[in-house]
C-alpha cells in the first residue's frame, strides 16, 4: 500500500522539497507523533475511499499513474479492437488477454458487449511477467502481445473470433534488462487498395455516391496476406517480426544508433508509411533527454528470383515462403534537440510527451501528390488550478534538396546499417501548435489518416481534420464523407483510463477506474431522425461509411449498432435503398449470360444480405418481417449453392482424375455431409410452391392488381413470390437444381474407391429428392420459364430502371409494374400447370414448420424445442455425454455445430470456409446436463405459450 502513496505527480518534474510529502499524494497523510490515529491512519483514508468519501482522489491517482505510464513508454496500449470486430484487454491482473466482442442477444435482439473469453496460455508462455502492449495485425487477424521486458507473442483467429490461437513468442536474449523494453511497435500495412467514399448532394436532387480508389504504399509482407512488425526498443534496436509464410513469426534486428548515456535511451517511438518508389517507412523516436530523432527505414526482403526464371513480360510471382532472413536499412533525416511545446499556458519543462506519432501521408485526388507525412507529439501538463490540458505539436517531413558535400558520404561509412544520404532528402519543418483543454490519452488515425482522432480521460472525442488539427465546421451538407460531418457525436461518456473506438468509429468502448470495459454508442444530434430532412442525412452519412466499410475489409456491426437505434419502416427502407446506392450494387442478373462471377463471388452482396436481415432483427422468438425473410433466404440459398456446386466440382475432378497434388476426396462422405442441405432445399421448394397456391386462391380473378397481390403478401408475410421475381434468389435456386441433378446421377453410377457399404451410404443421399411431392426437375422447370418471363420484360426498360426495380422488390418488399406479367403469369398458368404435376396430398400434409419460415404456433414451437445447424441444416443433439462444441453468429444468432471431419473431407472443408462463417462465430461449449437444461427451458416457455393459446391470448408477439 506504500508504494502509490509515495509517488510523484507525472505532471510536475520538480520533486517536493524532503520535508514535506509528494504533492500529488491524494491519500496519505504525513505522520506525527501527536497526531490523531483516526485522521492520520493511511489505511483508514483507502479504507475510506472504498466506501465513496474519497473515491475522488482515488480516482485521481489511477489517472495520475495512468499518465505516468504512457510518459515513461510510448508502447502502452491495454486495449485494441481489431477490424474483424474482436476487442482484447489486458486482465485486470497485468499478466493475462481477455476479448470481447460485439454480439445479438438471442432473447431480444439488442446488441451489447459479450462475456469476456480468455486468450489460453498468455501468462505461461510470458512467465507471467506484466503486459504492456497489444495491437492487431492490419488484415485484423494476428495479435500480437508485448510484456515489460519486450518479449513478444502473436496469436491468431482461425474461426472463431473468440478463439485465439498460440503461434510463437520471441524473446529478448537478456531477459533482465529494462532497457529491452518496446517503445513503439508497428504492423506493416496490408498490400491491397483502398477506397474512400463520400456523398454530394446535387441541386435540385438526392444524393450521389463516388468512390476514389487508391492503392495502399508499403512496405508490405511479400507473402500474401501474411504480416509483419517493427519495433524499437529502449536501447536503440529495431526489430523485425515477420511470418515465414509456413506456420510461424521469425526475428531480425538492426541497432539504430549507439546509446553513449542513459539520457539517449528511447521512451517513445512511432512509424509509418511514406510515398516513394522505395515503399519505405518513416520512423520517429524521443529520448529521456527530449530529443526527436526522424529516421527512414526499408526492409530488404532478400527474395530469391524463380527457378525457372519467369518469361519476359509475365507478370511477377508472389512468393509463398521466406527462406532467407530479411535486411533492414536505416537513414538517418533528423535530430531536434529540446523538443517541447512553444505556446504554453506554463512553463513548457513542466510538461511531458505522452504520446508520439508519425502520420501517414494523406491520400487526395486521384494522380494528385500525397500530403507530407507528419509527426505528431501530444505533450500534457496540469493548469495552476489542477486541471489537465495537452497540446500538440507538429512537424511536415518535406522533400529538400541536398545542400552537403560529397565527402560527407564517407562520414555514414562507419556503420553498415546507415546509408549514405540521397540528393534530394527529407528534412522537417514545425508547425501551428494546438491546445486541448483536455487530457488527451489516445491519438488515433482514422478514415484512411484523413481525420485524427483525440481521446480524452472524460471519455470524450474531438475529431479534427488532418491538415490543421481544425474541428470539422458545421456545414450545409452539401458533401458528406462520413459520420463525422453529420453530427453524429457520442453523447454518453464518463471518466476513464483507455478509449478506444470501433472499426468504424461509431462505437467506442472505455476501460473505467474498476477495470470495466463499457460501450458507447454514437447519436445522431441534429435532430430526430424521424423527420424527412434529418432522416435523409443520417441515412447517407451511414450508408457511406458502410460502403467504406466494405471496400477496406471492415467489420460493420458497430454501424448496425447505430441504425438499429433509429430502425422503422420508413429509416430501414431509406437506409438500405442508400446502401446499395452508395456500393453500386446492381441486384439484376437476370439478363446477364453469366452471372455466377457476379452472384456468387460477390462478397458486397452478402454484407447486404446480412445487414437487412441483421436491421429489424428482434430476437430468435419474434417472426421476421417481410425484409429480414426475404434477404435469410437468399443468404441460406447462397449457402447451399456453394456447398453444392463445390462438391459436384470436386466430384468431377475425382471421377476423371484431377484433383489436385495432395487433395484427397470420397464421394460417400462428401455426399453424407450434404444431406441436411438436400433436405432444406427440397422443403423450401415445397414451402413456396404451397405458398403460391394459397396467394393464388386469394388473388383469383385480379392477378393483375399489383396493390392487392401485395397486400394479400404482406398479410401472410411470406416471401415465396419475391424468391422467384427477385433474380438473385431465383438464381441461386437454379443452381443448386443443376447441381444435385448432377450429384444424384453419381450416385446412380459405381463410384471409383467406395467400397459397396459406402456406396450403399451414398445412395441414400437421394431420399429426400425421392419423398418431396415437387420433382426436382419440375421446379427447375418452372424457374426457367419465370427467368425467361422476366428477361422479355427487362428487355422493354433500360439498365437503370432494372436496377432500381430489382431494389425496390428486394428492399422495400414493393412489386414494380414491370413484373405484372411475371406476376399474373406466376400466379394463372404456372400455378394451375404445377398442381397437375405435383402430389397435392403430399404436399398438404407436408410439415415444413423447421424451416423457419413460418409465423403458426407449431413452427414457434418446433424453433424453441429443437436447435438446428444453420448450416448443415441437421439438428443438434448431445453425444454420449460429450462436450458440443457450438459456434453462434453475432449477428443473427443461428448455431453451427464444430465439426469433427476425417482429413479426407477436403471438399467439404472448402465450402465450409467459403460459406462466410469464419470470423463472425463465437465459439461456446455446452455440456450434455446444460444442453438438457436450455431444452427444458425452451419446451417450459412452448407449453406456456401453447397454453396461452388455449385460453384465446394474443400468443408470440408477431409484428408487422
Known sequence: MSAPMEMYDPMDVTPPPASQPPTSQPLAVASSPGANTATSNPEMEFHDDLFGDNSDKLNALRLSTRLDELRRNGCNQRVAWSKLGCIALIDAAGTGVETRHLACNPEDGKWLLSDAYRINGVAKHHDEQKLQHLEWSSHGADLAVVDVLGNVSFFTVHVAINTLTFMTILKQPDNDDDSNALAGFWWLPAERPFALHSATKLEGRRYHYQTLSFRS?????????????????????????????????????????????????????????????????????????????????????????PNPPQPQGAPPVKPTTITTPPTLVIQRIKIIDSVLPLDCPQDPSRLHLTHLEVLSPMVGNPGAQLSPSTVLCVFSGKHPEGNLFSVVSRWDLKDTPSSSHPSFEQLNMRRASISSPVSAELDIHRLEEVMLDKCVIRVSSVMMGTIVSFASSDGTFEFRDRNHLQPFPATSLDKITGIFQSDFSFTENGDCLELILSPNNAVAVRLNYDHELIMQVMSYTRGPVSEAPHMEIACVSLATQHAYSCSNYLNNDDLLLVARKYQSKAFNSFFLTEVHKALALKMDFAVSESPSERLVRNPLLQRCLSLQFALDFQGENTPANLPGKLAWSTLHLRVASLAFGLTWNSAQRHQTNRLSAGEEFKISEALESLKGLVRWFMDMQAFIVSDLFDLAKECQGRTTDLAFVREKMVESNSPALLLLLASSPRAFMRYNCRSLRGLESITNKPMPGEDPQSQAEATSFRLPIDLSPIRLGRFEKMLTD????????????????????????????????????????????????????????????????????????????????????????????????????????????????????????????????????????????????????????????????MREMEMGRNVGGAQE
Open 217 to 305: 504504399f508499403g512496405p508490405f509482407h511479400p507473402v500474401q496476406n501474411k504480416g509483419a512488425a517493427i519495433g524499437v526498443t529502449g536501447n536503440g534496436t529495431v526489430k523485425l517480426w515477420y511470418h515465414d509464410g509456413i506456420m510461424t513469426y521469425k526475428q531480425v534486428s538492426s541497432e539504430l544508433e549507439s546509446l553513449t548515456t542513459l539520457n539517449d535511451i528511447f521512451t517513445h517511438a512511432s512509424m509509418s508509411w511514406t510515398w516513394g518508389p522505395e515503399a519505405s517507412a518513416i520512423l520517429a523516436v524521443y529520448t529521456h533527454s527530449r530529443q526527436l530523432r526522424v529516421y527512414k527505414l526499408q526492409i530488404k526482403w532478400n527474395i530469391l528470383p
Open 786 to 945: 419465370i427467368d425467361g418471363t422476366i428477361r422479355a420484360a427487362y428487355q422493354e426498360i433500360k439498365e437503370p430502371d432494372r436496377i432500381i426495380a430489382e431494389r425496390d422488390l428486394f428492399v422495400k418488399t414493393e412489386i414494380p409494374a414491370v413484373f405484372a406479367g411475371s406476376v399474373d403469369r406466376i400466379l394463372g398458368e404456372l400455378v394451375k400447370g404445377m398442381k397437375n404435376d405435383v402430389e397435392l396430398a403430399k404436399l398438404f400434409f407436408k410439415d415444413t414448420s423447421w424451416l423457419g419460415m413460418s409465423d403458426d404456433i407449431m413452427s414457434r414451437m418446433y424453433r424453441k424445442k429443437t436447435m438446428i445447424d444453420a448450416v448443415r441444416k441437421t439438428e443438434i443433439k448431445p453425444d454420449g455425454g460429450k462436450v458440443l462444441r457450438l459456434r453462434r453468429c453475432t449477428r443473427c444468432c443461428s448455431i453451427v455445430e464444430e465439426a469433427v471431419m476425417s482429413k479426407t473431407t477436403d471438399a467439404v472443408r472448402a465450402w465450409e470456409r467459403i460459406l462466410g462463417m469464419d470470423r463472425i462465430k463465437v465459439e461456446e461449449e455446452t455440456e450434455e446436463e446444460k444442453f438438457w437444461e436450455e431444452m427444458r427451458r425452451r419446451n417450459r416457455d412452448a407449453v406456456y405459450r
